[in-house]
């Protein structure tokens, strides 16, 4: 609590700083407004006239140059504002409890515009349409489009539409009409409204609002059919607003007397044009962005920036088009999430995903707290009870009677049709928010003598719908019993099942012999694998997206995490070693690595792809891999490792932690590096294997030819070359129970061909050598880095026989035909374990 | 619409069809039609053959399983009453109906949806889905994506996390028990039958 008023105090001393400084700025605008005629220079010249206005006598140490900089800053410590007003509210539970988020942050503006206003007598920050429909609507907007739960939206687009579509024209029209009518019969005394006004003010009433319907919905968890559906039409029913704003708009503009039956018919084609035009536009950025990621592997840094430059390019050129700048971005995030979280490096995705939050959920603050702001401004408060009540009761009934109305047809044809207590709640979901302020302020006064009265409407039906029915929500919710959303933990059963259950259904359509939507989901999902993926992944991320796959993987990832921090809290991640727990980690080990196999396999062909897709994919799961690694090794070896890895790879490691660089995250990323440490373990064991005296020479060679060739890749023959080298090293020294280390640029065929059961000890050696990182970085650091994976394969190599045959032989051959001899000396090399391992080396230069 | 009547009248035991599984006399009526479409002899009945000759079901990886389903162990035959009733599992859950407390189970419950799922796996019906029945189903399903050895980890892990009683294997109980959560009514209902 005390922490509270620190911050509230702190917040006022914020506020007056502010208000004394838009004073300052008030002042002086005038003056700038009448000197500034549009050139660039303005700030610049008034910003000195404003202090230091004479001939300067001698050299100032410090200036003070509020006008250069005041508009920015005034945005910065606004931001702050809002976003600290947001701290004070989360930090109070009791009380979001019970108000949402939304409505505090609304009161908060009161009392933030109560301030300005008794510092200024004059309301100098408002929500312009400009600042909110260009600066602050567009990320929310797109975020919603990319966090849009696809499945859901498109099983329930049918319903969504006609919501959006016929939901929004009914309550417009009946808005307009029955004020009119109330108009008509002498209810608000003596106004200046035309039909067609009424109609006008009726249409930018008539949008659920997205951003106050996010904000409300996220707390109630109502369930996901009933929410898709309210914030699905949310978003689609802005084409239709802005649409019907413009028609009428245009209308009134026109006057009565100029419409006739081709201006109306106009109006239903705009209608159209502007909804299908907006959400084309949208489309091919969709498209465009999902083809730049497939190439931004280089850029890596970057990248996640595409995204929202894209997505707030889609939104302005829709808008440039006069086309729905809404229907645009929300189409855009909702085609291009499944492409781009499959192009992107993990890395980016995680980016994306939380930087699209920071962005949406800030303005999403600054957008309710402007609201309340906004409503602090004698200029606006006309006020006239007729109307006003009349609105927020004609609002509120019709939205009512249209999802009633609407949902009585649409139940027809529903599967599982929507109950009565989830109408209830549709209905009074209907929160009307700041696009409708937007428009609303957006109105022409000289065309519209009461534009003040209709802004001051339309405030306190915004008002009334976030405050009062997002208040009374949530136990409304309770009240009806409304199915709420059931956190559901991920279970693979249960995928595995629930694909069953869409294959089932697409069977029981063939064998009843209907085409229902199953069997198109069907259709369209094989058209959009076999092209669409194809066009639009790049090829290493199409072969990854079965779902129960991913389900598993993630599964993996979280039992990854937990380990981790089961290992931080005892000390150390010891106790994997000592539960016997080795046999299923040890398989699923094995699993997740061979998911690379096929890839890798193809990759054989082009030598120095192989490295890079390896590289690329692997990194998820190599967390999976340290822990199962861990498993697999008995303490003993673990001690081994342990100590070995102590010498040898933390302190390169760490300090290349601390550089700094623009454009590269993980270290471990860049070849040279693995290469440097590699070659450096290398050099430390044949050090070590030295001391045991044993010719070490060959296993340096062919070492050195991997690091040679690998990365060129030239030629094939080259690579061919290292391939053989490196499996008859391998048959040597699974032969001589040792080897697995030296597989790192080849984890994966040579693999495979040693026997099971060998090299125990080194595996141990090895796989500790490199995944003990685990045990210093986190999961998130360590899930990037590439030596893990690269030792990774070691251990399966023991445990999986030679699959083929044909490998068999033909490594068979190889061995004969090229280093049988050597074998000899390399199980004599390996033997020995160093015991003591030399000094740790110096960090990489390299870098 | 004389025919329909007519029609019916082919359909035998009608009524006590529309009794057992909620489905309309219209819907039996195109039920009847697409089950003389399949039965392309006009035995009166249905061979796996003639399943088999239904285009999509090919394609479909679970396909054979879904047509094994519809046979009664042992036989080979499905009548036109059977048919009826396995489809019958993939209407809608009809509330009305089962609030009323309907004294026998009609197969749109819940329950009963499920127990057919629970059979899709269960291959040789020992009421059990066992490691290498699960494996199947996974390896039709997921194919050519993913290797023996992930099958065989997802499959582990799958029995795993469900498995309470520790027999490695999936009884109809833990069955239900972890898709508690599921929707299932939406998710094995087919809309053509309302």
Same mark, same amino acid.
């Given at each position: 609590?005390?922490?509270?008023?620190?911050?509230?105090?702190?917040?006022?001393?914020?506020?007056?700083?502010?208000?004394?400084?838009?004073?300052?700025?008030?002042?002086?605008?005038?003056?700038?407004?009448?000197?500034?005629?549009?050139?660039?220079?303005?700030?610049?010249?008034?910003?000195?006239?404003?202090?230091?206005?004479?001939?300067?006598?001698?050299?100032?140490?410090?200036?003070?140059?509020?006008?250069?900089?005041?508009?920015?800053?005034?945005?910065?410590?606004?931001?702050?504002?809002?976003?600290?007003?947001?701290?004070?509210?989360?930090?109070?539970?009791?009380?979001?409890?019970?108000?949402?988020?939304?409505?505090?942050?609304?009161? =908060?503006?009161?009392?933030?515009?109560?301030?300005?206003?008794?510092?200024?007598?004059?309301?100098?920050?408002?929500?312009?349409?400009?600042?909110?429909?260009?600066?602050?609507?567009?990320?929310?907007?797109?975020?919603?489009?990319?966090?849009?739960?696809?499945?859901?939206?498109?099983?329930?687009?049918?319903?969504?539409?006609?919501?959006?579509?016929?939901?929004?024209?009914?309550?417009?029209?009946?808005?307009?009409?029955?004020?009119?009518?109330?108009?008509?019969?002498?209810?608000?005394?003596?106004?200046?409204?035309?039909?067609?006004?009424?109609?006008?003010?009726?249409?930018?009433?008539?949008?659920?609002?997205?951003?106050?319907?996010?904000?409300?919905?996220?707390?109630?968890?109502?369930?996901?059919?009933?929410?898709?559906?309210?914030?699905?039409?949310?978003?689609?029913?802005?084409?239709?607003?802005?649409?019907?704003?413009?028609?009428?708009?245009?209308?009134?503009?026109?006057?009565?007397?100029?419409?006739?039956?081709?201006?109306? +018919?106009?109006?239903?084609?705009?209608?159209?044009?502007?909804?299908?035009?907006?959400?084309?536009?949208?489309?091919?950025?969709?498209?465009?962005?999902?083809? !730049?990621?497939r190439c931004t592997k280089n850029i890596q840094i970057i990248e996640p920036g595409f995204i929202f430059v894209m997505?707030?390019?889609?939104?302005?050129?829709?808008?440039?088009?006069?086309?729905?700048?809404?229907?645009?971005?929300?189409?855009?995030?909702?085609?291009?999430?499944?492409?781009?979280?499959?192009?992107?490096?993990?890395?980016?995705?995680?980016?994306?995903?939380?930087?699209?939050?920071?962005?949406?959920?800030?303005?999403?603050?600054?957008?309710? +707290?402007? !609201?309340?702001?906004?409503?602090?401004?004698?200029?606006?408060?006309?006020?006239?009870?007729?109307?006003?009540?009349?609105?927020?009761?004609? +609002?509120?009934?019709?939205?009512?009677?249209?999802?009633? =109305?609407?949902?009585?047809?649409?139940?027809?044809?529903?599967?599982?049709?929507?109950? =009565?207590?989830?109408?209830?709640?549709?209905?009074?979901?209907?929160?009307?928010?700041?696009?409708?302020?937007?428009?609303?302020?957006?109105?022409?006064?000289?065309?519209?003598?009461?534009?003040?009265?209709?802004?001051?409407?339309?405030?306190?039906?915004?008002?009334?719908?976030?405050?009062?029915?997002?208040?009374?929500?949530?136990?409304?919710?309770?009240?009806?019993?409304?199915?709420?959303?059931?956190?559901?933990?991920?279970?693979?059963?249960?995928?595995?099942?629930?694909?069953?259950?869409?294959?089932?259904?697409?069977?029981?359509?063939?064998?009843?012999?209907?085409?229902?939507?199953?069997?198109?989901?069907?259709?369209?999902?094989?058209?959009?694998?076999?092209?669409?993926?194809?066009?639009?992944?790049?090829?290493?991320?199409?072969?990854?997206?079965?779902?129960?796959?991913?389900?598993?993987?993630?599964?993996?990832?979280?039992?990854?995490?937990?380990?981790?921090?089961?290992?931080?809290?005892?000390?150390?991640?010891?106790?994997?070693?000592?539960?016997?727990?080795?046999?299923?980690?040890?398989?699923?080990?094995?699993?997740?690595?061979?998911?690379?196999?096929?890839?890798?396999?193809?990759?054989?062909?082009?030598?120095?792809?192989?490295?890079?897709?390896?590289?690329?994919?692997?990194?998820? +799961?190599?967390?999976?891999?340290?822990?199962?690694?861990?498993?697999?090794?008995?303490?003993?070896?673990?001690?081994?490792?342990?100590?070995?890895?102590?010498?040898?790879?933390?302190?390169?490691?760490?300090?290349?932690?601390?550089?700094?660089?623009?454009?590269?995250?993980?270290?471990?990323?860049?070849?040279?590096?693995?290469?440097?440490?590699?070659?450096?373990?290398?050099?430390?064991?044949?050090?070590?294997?030295?001391?045991?005296?044993?010719?070490?020479?060959?296993?340096?060679?062919?070492?050195?030819?991997?690091?040679?060739?690998?990365?060129?890749?030239?030629?094939?023959?080259?690579?061919?070359?290292?391939?053989?080298?490196?499996?008859?090293?391998?048959?040597?020294?699974?032969?001589?129970?040792?080897?697995?280390?030296?597989?790192?640029?080849?984890?994966?065929?040579?693999?495979?061909?040693?026997?099971?059961?060998?090299?125990?000890?080194?595996?141990?050696?090895?796989?500790?050598?490199?995944?003990?990182?685990?045990?210093?970085?986190?999961?998130?650091?360590?899930?990037?880095?590439?030596?893990?994976?690269?030792?990774?394969?070691?251990?399966?190599?023991?445990?999986?026989?030679?699959?083929?045959?044909?490998?068999?032989?033909?490594?068979?051959? !190889?061995?004969?035909?090229?280093?049988?001899?050597?074998?000899?000396?390399?199980?004599?090399?390996?033997?020995?374990?160093?015991?003591?391992?030399?000094?740790?080396?110096?960090?990489?230069?390299?870098? | 619409?004389?025919?329909?009547?007519?029609?019916?009248?082919?359909?035998?035991?009608?009524?006590?069809?529309?009794?057992?599984?909620?489905?309309?006399?219209?819907?039996?009526?195109?039920?009847?039609?697409?089950?003389?479409?399949?039965?392309?002899?006009?035995?009166?009945?249905?061979?796996?053959?003639?399943?088999?000759?239904?285009?999509?079901?090919?394609?479909?990886?679970?396909?054979?399983?879904?047509?094994?389903?519809?046979?009664?162990?042992?036989?080979?035959?499905?009548?036109?009453?059977?048919?009826?009733?396995?489809?019958?599992?993939?209407?809608?859950?009809?509330?009305?109906?089962?609030?009323?407390?309907?004294?026998?189970?009609?197969?749109d419950s819940r329950t009963r949806k499920l127990k057919f799922a629970f059979q899709l796996y269960d291959l040789d019906?020992?009421?059990?889905?066992?490691?290498?029945?699960?494996?199947? /189903?996974?390896?039709?399903?997921?194919?050519?994506?993913?290797?023996?050895?992930?099958?065989?980890?997802?499959?582990?892990?799958?029995?795993?996390?469900?498995?309470?009683?520790?027999?490695?294997?999936?009884?109809?109980?833990?069955?239900?028990?972890?898709?508690?959560? /599921?929707?299932?009514?939406?998710?094995?209902?087919?809309?053509?039958?309302?």
């Amino acid at each position: 609590m005390a922490t509270c008023w620190g911050f509230t105090l702190f917040l006022c001393m914020l506020l007056m700083a502010c208000g004394g400084l838009s004073l300052a700025s008030e002042e002086a605008e005038p003056r700038n407004s009448q000197t500034d005629t549009g050139t660039g220079s303005s700030s610049n010249t008034t910003g000195e006239g404003g202090h230091g206005a004479g001939p300067i006598t001698t050299l100032p140490i410090v200036t003070w140059k509020w006008h250069h900089i005041s508009t920015q800053y005034l945005v910065a410590l606004w931001i702050l504002v809002a976003w600290l007003c947001k701290l004070i509210i989360e930090s109070n539970h009791h009380v979001t409890n019970v108000i949402p988020e939304s409505a505090l942050l609304i009161c =908060f503006g009161f009392v933030l515009g109560g301030m300005i206003w008794g510092a200024d007598k004059v309301q100098t920050f408002t929500l312009t349409p400009t600042v909110f429909f260009y600066f602050l609507l567009p990320q929310v907007i797109l975020d919603a489009g990319y966090h849009m739960p696809n499945k859901l939206f498109f099983t329930n687009l049918g319903a969504i539409l006609v919501y959006a579509v016929i939901g929004t024209c009914w309550n417009a029209a009946s808005l307009g009409l029955s004020l009119w009518g109330c108009h008509m019969g002498g209810l608000m005394g003596d106004l200046d409204i035309s039909l067609l006004q009424y109609l006008l003010f009726g249409s930018l009433m008539a949008a659920v609002d997205p951003v106050a319907v996010i904000a409300v919905f996220e707390q109630v968890h109502v369930n996901d059919v009933l929410f898709i559906i309210v914030f699905g039409e949310s978003l689609l029913n802005d084409g239709v607003t802005v649409v019907l704003f413009n028609v009428f708009d245009a209308f009134v503009s026109l006057g009565g007397s100029q419409i006739d039956a081709t201006e109306i +018919v106009k109006g239903i084609v705009s209608f159209f044009v502007v909804a299908f035009g907006g959400s084309l536009v949208g489309i091919a950025f969709g498209l465009l962005i999902s083809l !730049l990621t497939r190439c931004t592997k280089n850029i890596q840094i970057i990248e996640p920036g595409f995204i929202f430059v894209m997505g707030y390019l889609s939104y302005l050129t829709a808008e440039m088009l006069s086309l729905s700048a809404i229907l645009s971005t929300v189409f855009c995030g909702v085609l291009c999430q499944k492409y781009v979280r499959a192009n992107m490096h993990e890395h980016s995705v995680q980016t994306v995903k939380y930087a699209m939050k920071v962005f949406a959920n800030g303005s999403e603050t600054i957008i309710f +707290v402007f !609201l309340g702001i906004s409503a602090i401004d004698k200029v606006i408060w006309v006020w006239n009870t007729g109307f006003i009540l009349l609105t927020v009761f004609f +609002v509120f009934v019709y939205r009512f009677i249209g999802v009633f =109305f609407l949902t009585w047809i649409l139940n027809r044809y529903r599967l599982v049709p929507l109950e =009565f207590i989830d109408q209830v709640i549709m209905s009074y979901g209907g929160l009307r928010g700041a696009v409708a302020y937007g428009l609303a302020v957006m109105l022409d006064e000289n065309k519209i003598k009461e534009k003040n009265l209709m802004v001051c409407t339309t405030l306190i039906v915004v008002y009334f719908t976030v405050i009062w029915q997002g208040m009374t929500m949530k136990p409304l919710v309770t009240w009806l019993k409304v199915k709420r959303a059931e956190v559901n933990e991920l279970t693979l059963l249960e995928k595995m099942t629930n694909k069953m259950f869409n294959h089932t259904l697409v069977a029981i359509e063939d064998i009843s012999g209907q085409i229902g939507h199953n069997y198109l989901r069907s259709k369209w999902k094989y058209f959009e694998e076999k092209w669409i993926s194809w066009i639009l992944m790049k090829p290493s991320a199409r072969k990854k997206q079965d779902e129960v796959f991913n389900v598993f993987h993630q599964l993996n990832l979280k039992d990854a995490m937990e380990y981790v921090a089961e290992g931080e809290r005892r000390g150390s991640l010891e106790f994997i070693r000592k539960e016997s727990v080795a046999i299923d980690f040890r398989k699923k080990f094995e699993s997740e690595y061979s998911e690379d196999m096929p890839d890798m396999r193809a990759n054989m062909s082009n030598g120095h792809r192989a490295t890079s897709t390896t590289r690329e994919r692997i990194p998820s +799961v190599s967390v999976e891999m340290h822990k199962h690694t861990m498993k697999a090794m008995t303490e003993a070896e673990a001690v081994n490792a342990h100590h070995l890895l102590d010498q040898h790879l933390y302190k390169s490691r760490k300090q290349h932690r601390h550089r700094f660089s623009r454009s590269k995250f993980i270290i471990n990323k860049d070849e040279k590096e693995v290469q440097e440490i590699f070659q450096r373990t290398m050099k430390n064991r044949m050090e070590s294997a030295k001391m045991g005296s044993s010719p070490k020479t060959i296993v340096k060679h062919t070492k050195k030819e991997h690091q040679r060739k690998m990365p060129k890749g030239k030629s094939i023959s080259q690579t061919k070359l290292c391939y053989s080298c490196d499996e008859v090293i391998f048959i040597g020294f699974s032969e001589g129970d040792s080897a697995s280390g030296y597989d790192l640029p080849y984890p994966s065929f040579p693999m495979r061909d040693s026997r099971p059961g060998g090299g125990i000890e080194n595996s141990a050696f090895v796989s500790d050598l490199y995944p003990t990182d685990s045990l210093q970085t986190p999961p998130w650091l360590a899930e990037g880095e590439l030596d893990s994976s690269m030792v990774a394969p070691s251990l399966r190599a023991q445990a999986s026989p030679p699959t083929s045959p044909i490998e068999m032989r033909h490594l068979g051959l !190889l061995r004969i035909s090229t280093r049988s001899t050597d074998t000899k000396q390399m199980n004599n090399d390996q033997l020995p374990l160093p015991p003591t391992p030399p000094p740790p080396p110096p960090p990489s230069s390299h870098m | 619409m004389g025919s329909s009547s007519s029609s019916r009248n082919k359909i035998p035991n009608a009524q006590e069809l529309m009794d057992q599984t909620g489905f309309s006399s219209a819907h039996l009526l195109r039920l009847y039609d697409r089950f003389e479409c399949l039965d392309r002899d006009n035995k009166g009945y249905l061979s796996p053959d003639d399943f088999e000759a239904v285009g999509g079901l090919a394609m479909n990886p679970i396909g054979g399983r879904i047509i094994d389903a519809f046979f009664s162990s042992g036989q080979d035959t499905v009548d036109f009453s059977s048919f009826v009733w396995i489809l019958a599992h993939f209407r809608p859950t009809d509330r009305n109906r089962n609030k009323e407390g309907t004294q026998q189970e009609l197969p749109d419950s819940r329950t009963r949806k499920l127990k057919f799922a629970f059979q899709l796996y269960d291959l040789d019906r020992d009421g059990k889905i066992s490691r290498e029945e699960l494996l199947q /189903v996974l390896r039709a399903m997921l194919g050519l994506q993913v290797t023996e050895e992930q099958l065989q980890s997802i499959a582990e892990r799958a029995i795993q996390e469900v498995d309470l009683d520790k027999d490695d294997a999936i009884s109809f109980d833990e069955f239900k028990k972890s898709l508690e959560k /599921v929707d299932i009514d939406t998710k094995m209902s087919i809309g053509f039958l309302k």
